[in-house]
Antibody, heavy 115, light 107 residues
Framework: QLVQSGTEMKKPGESLRISCQGS????????IAWVRQMPGKGLEWMGR????????NYSPSFQGHVTISIDKSIRTAYLQWSSLKASDTAMYFC??????????WGQGTLVSVSS | DVQMTQSPSSLSAAVGDGVTITCRAGQTISRYLNWYQQKPGQAPKLLIS???TLQSGVPTRFSGTGSGTEFSLTISSLQPEDIATYYC?????????FGPGTKVEIK
């Protein structure tokens, strides 16, 4: 399973790191992807990280706005922001990604950014 | 990015009706097309991979077809538990993209 960290309430300009911990499978066999869902909107693939090499692919839409990282020793992937904006308010899902599909999803982390 | 479109954006049908959702890719993606179901307040669930491979445990009333740029998801007999938003997603390119979603409701 993938277990994500809890709801975050932050102010604009603050930094944040949310997490996604995998268990029950070979953690280095699958990439971990992050997916954004803004309130009432659809799914947006943000990027993915290879746990074995820590190599990251970002969607062009998110490149430079977030950082994806991993600590394979504790089977945990991270999504972080250095300076949050109100427009970052969304539900964020992590997903276990093979070459062609995302077959296991975390429960989601709600991030709310408001002054 | 490979752009994905879906139609309709929403539909309403009676229990027992057959419904079909169409997904189009902005370029050929072979059969690298997945379908996900998302119920309110829940994470997405993979229904179909590789355009037509039903995932374990998914009811056989769900089916997928297509290749290249045009794909479809069919629910042969709509059930109340199928109320959800359905997303197609391409895994052909390194940067994956989702369609905008189709909301399915019961009439």
């Amino acid at each position: 399973q993938l277990v994500q960290s809890g709801t975050e309430m932050k102010k604009p300009g603050e930094s944040l790191r949310i997490s996604c911990q995998g268990s029950g499978y070979n953690f280095t066999t699958y990439w971990i992807a992050w997916v954004r869902q803004m309130p009432g909107k659809g799914l947006e693939w943000m990027g993915r990280i290879d746990p074995s090499e820590s190599y990251v692919n970002y969607s062009p839409s998110f490149q430079g706005h977030v950082t994806i990282s991993i600590d394979k020793s504790i089977r945990t992937a991270y999504l972080q922001w250095s300076s949050l904006k109100a427009s970052d308010t969304a539900m964020y899902f992590c997903a276990r990604q093979s070459a062609t599909q995302a077959s296991l999803w975390g429960q989601g982390t709600l991030v709310s950014v408001s002054s | 990015d490979v752009q994905m479109t879906q139609s309709p954006s929403s539909l309403s049908a009676a229990v027992g009706d057959g419904v079909t959702i169409t997904c189009r890719a902005g370029q050929t993606i072979s059969r690298y097309l997945n379908w996900y179901q998302q119920k309110p307040g829940q994470a997405p669930k993979l229904l179909i991979s590789g355009a037509s491979t039903l995932q374990s445990g998914v009811p056989t009333r769900f089916s997928g077809t297509g290749s290249g740029t045009e794909f479809s998801l069919t629910i042969s007999s709509l059930q109340p538990e199928d109320i959800a938003t359905y997303y197609c997603q391409q895994s052909y390119s390194t940067s994956w993209t989702f369609g905008p979603g189709t909301k399915v409701e019961i009439k």
